[in-house]
């Protein structure tokens, strides 16, 4: 699908773009907050992808009260909760060529990545039964990484996920079509390498809002901390919704 001319679910036109909220964790509430008040002023609605296990040093979510009822809060504002991982960590054993794609695509972020179907299901269920623990239910799955096993892929419709999102595209669970939506994404590092990035970020939602191409930007804690991410980032926003397009979150997308 192009995007372009696309009716929106309000029979406007207009293509739509996504933005994410990477690492949504009792470690990381604060930057979450931050994160969700740049977005309201600009009336974007986002999708909080949760980590529900212990992450960052920090406690599980539900032994988070304060940060469950922030999250129901944002849910009843228009904001989508989807489950991202379950303790965000480093994957099992794999063989040397996978662990040097999770490296460079992920760095560390590879805890579906070499899993077997079975092993993805029972760590899904656990990710699902944790959110369930504090009355959150969720239809979509983004991988820590967008890194998924042949095995997770396979396991994710079975426990009754709708879609899971990869670099590329956006997969749909219930019908088996995908939506390609290149990711724009950060890789804080410090000094030009960074900088770069940065412009390279603005430069491409600029193109991609010119033409009317789909694409989404998925923002973590550690950018809020750099001035430069952030600014780089609210740009790109701000460059999307200029253009006219339609900010929605990922179950919107696959509905409409």
Request: net charge neutral; no cysteine; aromatic share 6%.
């Amino acid at each position: 699908m192009s995007g372009q001319k696309d009716p929106g679910i309000d029979g406007r036109e207009g293509f739509p773009f996504v933005v994410s909220v990477h690492d949504v964790a009792p470690a990381t509430s604060a930057q979450t907050a931050g994160w969700l008040s740049d977005l309201t002023r600009r009336d974007v609605p986002a999708t909080l992808l949760v980590i529900p296990g212990p992450y960052g040093g920090g406690a599980a979510l539900p032994e988070d009260p304060d940060l469950v009822a922030f999250l129901h809060a944002a849910a009843g504002r228009g904001h989508e909760l989807a489950l991202h991982g379950f303790r965000h960590e480093p994957g099992g054993d794999a063989p040397p060529l996978r662990r040097a794609v999770g490296r460079v695509a992920a760095r560390t972020a590879t805890e579906f990545w070499s899993l077997t179907e079975e092993q993805a299901r029972d760590l899904l269920r656990a990710g699902l039964e944790a959110l369930a623990e504090v009355d959150i239910g969720v239809v979509g799955f983004t991988p820590p990484g967008w890194l998924a096993s042949a095995g997770t892929r396979r396991a994710l419709a079975d426990v009754g996920f709708r879609y899971w999102t990869s670099h590329l595209a956006v997969h749909d669970l219930t019908g088996g079509s995908h939506r390609r939506m290149p990711v724009l994404s950060h890789r804080p590092s410090g000094g030009a390498a960074e900088r770069a990035g940065a412009r390279l970020m603005t430069t491409a939602a600029r193109g991609f809002a010119r033409f009317g191409i789909p694409f989404r930007i998925a923002l973590h804690p550690a950018d809020l901390e750099r001035p430069g991410l952030r600014a780089a980032t609210l740009t790109a926003i701000d460059l999307a919704l200029a253009a006219g397009g339609r900010p929605v979150t990922y179950e919107t997308l696959i509905t409409t």
